[in-house]
Every structure is written in structure tokens, then in C-alpha cells.
């Protein structure tokens, strides 16, 4: 059972590298997001999709894009990297219940250092 | 906007005893759900429980035990006879009429043997 599958799982990366986080889910679920996870913050909404083709910003998403053309893949990229999104990253995916997103399924998390 | 609030950074205790985490949320909407996830040393998350706002019972699962009072906008999750595989970060969420989780800051459980 795969679930949600994050790939990479570590990254370092240069002040102004470029690189993208790859998050695939096998339920068939709608609703796909990406969170970042900083110590004594909780867990931060960067970007989410509410179905292929489309996306929206969270909480944080300054310095991120995403994109959702297939249904089972949500791509995060971060365009030239900085120290301050040195953080592990966790995709999660949903299937809607009601107005709410049902229960989330996370990914194993991605630990991204920015040097 | 929603939020949620943890109060508790960090609780220590020793095997056996009972521990309260408190989770404290802000929302306009009348419909919303609230959740707990858990999140073990090994770092994956794992989902305890969702309750919508027009369930107020309380619910009760193994040691597991949340309390929802509207009155208070509290959802508090209890872990009875604590043991060590207990020791984690628990998450309180919020959702409220959209798609998106708000999650807390965060409780750390440890359980000392």
C-alpha cells in the first residue's frame, strides 16, 4: 500500500538553486496539499488543489509554486531556494467529506536544507 | 479566519498517569470539524480522530478520550494510563466550511518509563 509517496526524502540545496518536491497519491483522492513543519509552529498550509488543474495559496506560500495536472501528483517547487524554507516539508492528500476534507493522509515528510 | 491554540508547548509525565492536551479554536462558521493527529518519533502523521461541530458527545476509543464543548470552542484529548509508545507530538486541527486544515502548534508528550 503506498499511499502517499514523497520523493526526495533529503535535499540539500544552495542559497538560489532551484529544485521540485514530487508528492504522489494511489487513493484517487480530490484534494492535495503541502505543508511545512517548523519547530514550535505546527504545520503550515503552503499551497493546496482541490482537483486537477487547479490550485490555490495556504498560509505560507510566498516563494512556492504548485502544480496539479494529473490527479495523483501535486508539485511543489520552489524557485530559488533561501535559508528561511530550510524545513521539512509533508504532502497530504483528502478525500471530501461534506464541506470538510475528510481525514488528510500524509507522506513520510522531505527535509530541505538551505545553505 | 480560523485558529487553534496549544497551549501546552511540553508535558512530561511518568508511565501510568493520566495527561490532558488542551486545544482551544477560533471560527465564524457554525459548521466545522476538529481533528488529532499524532506524531511519533519516527516523524509520519497519524490520524486519531475527526468530530464535526454538531457532535458534541464525547467519544472514547481504547485509552483515547476527547471532550468537545462548544460553550468553551475546547476539544481536549486525554490519554488514560499513559505508556511510553504514547510519547509524541499531538497536533489539534481545524477545519471550518473549506478545504484546508489549520493545525496548531503542537503538544510534546513524553512518557518516562
Known amino acids: 500500500n503506498a499511499g502517499v509517496t514523497q520523493t526526495p526524502k533529503f535535499r540539500v540545496l544552495k542559497t538560489g538553486q532551484s529544485m521540485t518536491l514530487l508528492c504522489a497519491q494511489d487513493m484517487n483522492h480530490e484534494y492535495m496539499y503541502w505543508y511545512r513543519q517548523d519547530p514550535g509552529m505546527g504545520l503550515r498550509l503552503i499551497h493546496y488543489s482541490v482537483g486537477e488543474g487547479t490550485t490555490a495559496k495556504g498560509e505560507v506560500p510566498d516563494g512556492y509554486n504548485v502544480s496539479r495536472l494529473k490527479k495523483q501528483n501535486f508539485l511543489l517547487g520552489l524557485e530559488s531556494a533561501a535559508p528561511s524554507q530550510t524545513s521539512v516539508y509533508f504532502c497530504?492528500?483528502?478525500?471530501?467529506?461534506?464541506?470538510?476534507?475528510?481525514?488528510?493522509?500524509f507522506g513520510e515528510g522531505s527535509r530541505l536544507t538551505v545553505l | 479566519a480560523q485558529k487553534v491554540t496549544q497551549a501546552q508547548t511540553e508535558i512530561s509525565v511518568v508511565e501510568k498517569e493520566d495527561v490532558t492536551l488542551d486545544c482551544v479554536y477560533e471560527t465564524r462558521d457554525t459548521t466545522y470539524y476538529l481533528f488529532w493527529y499524532k506524531q511519533p518519533p519516527s516523524g509520519e502523521l497519524v490520524f486519531l480522530i475527526r468530530?464535526?461541530?454538531?457532535?458534541?458527545q464525547n467519544e472514547i476509543s481504547g485509552r483515547y478520550s476527547w471532550n468537545f464543548q462548544k460553550s468553551t470552542s475546547s476539544f481536549n484529548f486525554t490519554i488514560t494510563a499513559s505508556q511510553v509508545v504514547d510519547s509524541a507530538v499531538y497536533f489539534c486541527?481545524?477545519?471550518?466550511?473549506?478545504?484546508?486544515?489549520?493545525f496548531g502548534a503542537g503538544t510534546t508528550v513524553t512518557v518516562r518509563a
Open positions: 468530530r464535526n461541530s454538531f457532535d458534541e
Open positions: 497530504a492528500s483528502s478525500y471530501p467529506s461534506g464541506t470538510s476534507p475528510g481525514e488528510l493522509f
Open positions: 486541527a481545524l477545519s471550518a466550511n473549506d478545504y484546508k486544515l489549520s
